[in-house]
């Protein structure tokens, strides 16, 4: 069972109910006591820039009076769960453990699914060419495999999954997906990952064609920020 939001720009969202969490693995934790405040700081469990930067124009787009802080010091995480939602936990309580007890934590797992390729290369998008996983190098590879895929066959979506900590141990999972196609060969200079390579549904460009603004009016990550954003309005 789903909870759709409608968040951002009218985008729908969704945030995993607790059936799904248990399946996954992440049934949320007891409640400790009052509920906290909401956020004016949270920590996002990555180093990658273009993400953080993302993210805090999402905030702001939103109207929502938080700051999106980088990892100082991310911790090395084995993404090996198998889901999106378990890799985004383990990234979550990763960084959790380095920080004081009353901070916020928002960890993010995304990747790009190819319906060609049985829907991978999915949740190892990051690691796609090896466990180097080099970003440029994964663009290569997915190119290279799609090489003579017909275009009738070239479906894709990008597909993310936040998960949001809070000090008192409870755990929001939200969810965003954006359908497309690939593109025959890399475009455009903005984005990163494989943005170049991927048109979503309704455009003629790729997501590194697009404009930031434009880019988060239909974004995987934008349909999931509107999930966690109507979440958050719902605190005191």
Known sequence: ?????R???GLEAFSVAEPVLKASGLSQPESRGTAPPRPQVIHLATGNAHKVAEFQRLADESGLPVKIVPAAHMPPVDEDTGTFAGNA???ALALKALLPWDTWVLADDSGVCVEALGGAPGVESA???GPQHDSAANLRKLTEVMREVPAGRRAAYFHC???LRGPDGQERVFEGRCEGVLAREPVGGQGFGYDPLFI??????TYAQLSESEKNLISHRARAWAGLAAHLRSFP
């Open 89 to 91: 936990r383990k990234k």
């Open 127 to 129: 690691y796609y060419a």
């Open 7 to 9: 968040g951002l720009n």
């Open 161 to 163: 999954v936040l998960l």
């Open 200 to 205: 979503p549904a309704g455009h003629e460009r």
């Open 1 to 5: 069972m789903f909870v759709t939001f």
